[in-house]
């Protein structure tokens, strides 16, 4: 999914995925929430739910937020230290 919020461009193609989440709703239906960060070092979450493609959205998150979320996802793509850029300075 690419979206462009406010002049910064979010692309879940060319990002780094870092972590995601996968819930059932009441409804049955899935909920993912997948965490990325841009190669500008721009931290978003994209949501969505496949079965019901027109409620996907991006979500854009400063770092602080990024590493709070990061701390609550279960499945984690990437260490700690290397999915964010205040560890690696």
């Known amino acids: 999914m690419r979206q462009k919020i406010?002049?910064?461009p979010y692309d879940t193609e060319?990002?780094?995925?870092?972590?995601?989440?996968?819930r059932i709703l009441e409804s049955g239906h899935e909920?993912?929430?997948h965490m990325y960060?841009?190669?500008e070092g721009n931290y978003f979450l994209h949501h969505s739910a496949p079965t019901?493609?027109?409620?996907?959205?991006?979500?854009?998150?400063?770092?602080e937020c990024a590493i709070?979320?990061?701390?609550?996802?279960?499945e984690c793509d990437m260490e700690h230290a290397d999915?964010?850029?205040t560890e690696n300075e």
């Open 14 to 22: 060319t990002a780094v995925l870092i972590s995601h989440n996968k």
């Open 37 to 39: 960060r841009t190669e």
């Open 68 to 74: 709070s979320v990061y701390e609550e996802m279960p």
């Open 52 to 63: 019901m493609s027109e409620y996907g959205r991006i979500e854009p998150l400063s770092e």
């Open 6 to 8: 406010d002049n910064i």
């Open 31 to 33: 909920w993912l929430t």
């Open 83 to 85: 999915a964010f850029r």
